[in-house]
Nanobody, 122 residues
Framework: VQLQASGGGLVQAGGSLRLSCAAS????????MGWFRQAPGKEREFVAV???????VYAESVKGRFTISRDNAKSTVYLRMNSLKPEDTAVYYC?????????????????WGQGTLVTVSS
């Protein structure tokens, strides 16, 4: 599967953005989809994941502010980001992992998109 992330940009603190990740290839519905981010000088970290069945898990740092969703008909996963903070500034990557229905992975994803930059100004 190939992944193409988009939607990043510059936003003021307190603002919102929606990231999209379009998947090409076969059987999007067979993949758990995740978002990760990497801030300058830091390691990549988990942000959110949505399972094949729609179960979601979030990092504590974004819980209550970010929402992950998927549209299997469009082979697309979204990350709605509200109440953005300067510390959310990072390159955001989408990722895919083929799993059985109930699995909700937060690591070891197999496929990665190219990343989209989110910059939050104070």
């Amino acid at each position: 599967v190939q992944l193409q992330a988009s939607g990043g940009g510059l936003v003021q603190a307190g603002g919102s953005l929606r990231l999209s990740c379009a998947a090409s290839g076969h059987s999007f519905s067979r993949y758990a989809m995740g978002w990760f981010r990497q801030a300058p000088g830091k390691e990549r970290e988990f942000v959110a994941v949505i399972s094949r069945s729609g179960t979601t898990v979030y990092a504590e740092s974004v819980k209550g502010r970010f929402t992950i969703s998927r549209d299997n008909a469009k082979s697309t996963v979204y990350l709605r980001m509200n109440s953005l903070k300067p510390e959310d500034t990072a390159v955001y990557y989408c990722a895919a992992k083929p799993v059985i229905l109930s699995v909700v992975p937060t690591s070891a994803f197999d496929y990665w998109g190219q990343g989209t930059l989110v910059t939050v100004s104070s």
